[in-house]
């Protein structure tokens, strides 16, 4: 039996001290038995320092997850000594030419009385910076500050990765600076963050492009069903026989437009497509006018005599009209057949795809109504599979989802099904086309086991939750998983690297952005200080004025322009 201890003791760097030594090994852990002794902090023997064993020709490596004050027996001297338990993640041994070189994982198992030491920094410096060119500096290493904390960018994208901790431990600041990263050390990579508090709009600066609800152009036409109805009945459960009249119509307005367009680039001797020729469904994202579907639904209310099958008809041209003149959903019908099909330029705006363009789109969905949110994550997520299919992975892309728990929900129940579906489909088929993707949450209880399952490269911040904890050890290896108990007790900015994109699991702390650089949300604006009661008061009308402005159809709004402008705005 064991009592623990503060964790004083220490062995000598960079040297075989003789009084360490491993005294028990069992699967990927060794115990240490080791002198205590007072020290400098460098050389200081505790949770989350590095040991090296030496195991023949090569030197095993751990990390210290705990370290307890052994028993003292009769006749076992004076001295009080301690044991260190050492989960073992990888070795160093030298190459063909001399050098020493680090990987993963252990080829031999230390033995009994095998000696042991901490790791230099030095060394240190080697494991964590390596030989690569992909090689990325992120932070700096809790435990020495001196060393810096790189990630493998190749291996942290093309296998996924998530960012994990509650609210204000640093999330968007420790993702700003990996992307910032990524972007620099691969420059034909192009990054889709689906910025869900409008926070990183200064974070990349020239290097990308914001789109929001005024330069957003994503045309209905786009939409599968299953998301235009989600869009239509508001995340509401739909009306089946309205959905029914949707899926006969929506082919047969596809093909009309199709004729039309025909009609007008080619010469009339070719025959028009017929709707059941035509090979189109609700889903194939081709162009359709909103107005052909309309009078469509008109023309098959004006044949029926059945009251109640009028009333269906009325009611879904009703909900068809409210949306089409609402203006904050003017990113989906206004303009969206202007220029024919406009596919091609859509996916090359929204996924960045020109040469020498700007790497990176934030696409800022706090402007975006909360309504219709899931159906515009799933729909870009879906084109952004899609293309990577289709183009072979021509062009490799990574997608951030931030609030992911929100859009992958591990509950059925909970969100927008379809978009769980496409992030879903990324985590476990996106690899082979160039698709990757990252995962940002505070609550990672609640996002599908299966996607964050496929993450292989873990950030993990504080965290209280117990369940949330419960998930991330089940995530991370057998090997590494001590290092979960670390989790409640870091600091902000603090965070523990497990999987494929770290060299080691280890804790560090990521680098400090300048102050313009900080994500933060745009979506609140403060009040200035020095303002009267009867400016207040014209603020106020000024909001309400806004808001009801936002939700007036297109006509109204041109009629009344004040009521649209921004707070604030001359008129």
């Known amino acids: 039996m064991v009592e623990h201890s503060n964790g004083f003791a220490s062995a000598a760097s960079g040297q075989n001290a003789s009084g360490c030594y491993v005294c028990s090994v069992k699967g990927s852990e060794a115990y240490i038995e080791l002198p205590i002794v007072g020290t400098t902090e460098e050389l200081r023997t505790t949770v989350g320092k590095f040991m090296a064993i030496a195991a023949g020709t090569r030197e095993l490596l751990g990390v210290v997850t705990e370290v307890s004050l052994k028993t003292q027996q009769a006749g076992s001297g004076p001295d009080p000594r301690a044991i260190a338990r050492v989960d073992l993640v990888g070795e160093i041994s030298r190459d063909e030419t001399g050098q020493q070189r680090f990987r993963r994982g252990v080829g031999a198992y230390p033995a009994i009385r095998d000696r042991a030491r901490i790791i230099s920094s030095e060394q240190l410096r080697l494991i964590f910076r390596g030989d690569k060119t992909t090689f990325a500096e992120i932070g700096r290493l809790h435990n020495d500050t001196s060393v810096p904390a790189y990630v493998d960018v190749e291996n942290l994208v093309t296998k996924h990765f998530a960012v994990l901790g509650s609210t204000g431990v640093g999330k968007s600041s420790g993702l700003a600076v990996i992307l910032r990263q990524v972007i620099r050390t691969w420059r034909e990579l192009r990054?889709?963050?689906?910025?869900?508090?409008?926070?990183?709009?200064?974070?990349?600066?020239?290097?990308?492009?914001?789109?929001?609800?005024?330069?957003?152009?994503?045309?209905?036409?786009?939409?599968?069903?299953?998301?235009?109805?989600?869009?239509?009945?508001?995340?509401?459960?739909?009306?089946?026989?309205?959905?029914?009249?949707?899926s006969e119509l929506i082919p047969l307005a596809k093909t009309q437009y199709l004729n039309r367009r025909q009609s007008m680039e080619r010469t009339s001797a070719l025959r028009k497509v017929e709707p059941r020729q035509s090979g189109f469904t609700a889903d194939t994202p081709v162009p359709y006018l909103m107005q052909d579907?309309?009078?469509?639904?008109?023309e098959r209310m004006g044949k029926l005599e059945n009251r109640s099958s009028r009333m269906t008809h009325h009611r879904l041209i009703g909900r068809i009209e409210t949306l089409k003149n609402d203006p904050r959903y003017a990113f989906m019908f206004a303009n969206a057949t202007v220029g024919g099909d406009t596919m091609v330029t859509i996916l090359t705006e929204l996924f960045r795809l020109e040469a020498n363009g700007r790497p990176a789109t934030v696409i800022q969905l706090a402007s975006l109504p909360i309504e219709v949110v899931d159906a515009v994550v799933c729909v870009i997520s879906r084109l952004a599979f899609d293309f990577g299919m289709w183009s072979d992975g021509a062009m490799p892309l990574l997608l951030v989802c931030e609030e992911a728990h929100r859009f992958a929900a591990a509950d059925p129940s909970v969100g927008f099904l379809p978009s769980k579906n496409a992030l879903s489909r990324i985590a476990k088929e996106g690899r082979k086309y160039g698709v990757y993707l990252g995962l940002v949450t505070q609550r990672p209880a609640e996002l599908d086991a299966t996607i964050i399952s496929q993450c292989n490269t873990l950030f993990a911040m504080r965290m209280a939750n117990d369940r949330d904890q419960a998930l991330l050890k089940s995530a991370v290896s057998d090997a590494t998983a001590n290092l979960v108990d670390f989790v409640p007790s870091l600091g902000t900015g603090e965070v523990i690297g497990f999987g494929e994109g770290m060299p080691l699991p280890v804790q560090f702390v990521f680098n400090r952005l300048s102050e313009e650089l900080v994500p933060r949300s745009e979506a609140a604006a403060a009040l200035p200080k020095d303002i009267n009661p009867g400016s207040r008061r014209e603020f106020v009308h000024a909001v309400v004025e806004r808001w009801r402005g936002s939700i007036m159809s297109q006509a109204q709004t041109e009629a009344s322009p004040e009521a649209g402008a921004p707070i604030g705005a001359d008129t």
Do not use: C, M, T
Request: proline share 6%.
């Open 191 to 246: 990054v889709l963050i689906l910025d869900h508090h409008n926070e990183y709009g200064s974070v990349f600066g020239a290097e990308a492009n914001l789109v929001g609800a005024k330069n957003l152009r994503l045309p209905f036409w786009l939409f599968n069903f299953e998301e235009f109805s989600d869009v239509l009945y508001a995340g509401k459960p739909p009306v089946p026989a309205e959905q029914d009249i949707l």
């Open 293 to 298: 579907l309309l009078a469509l639904i008109d």
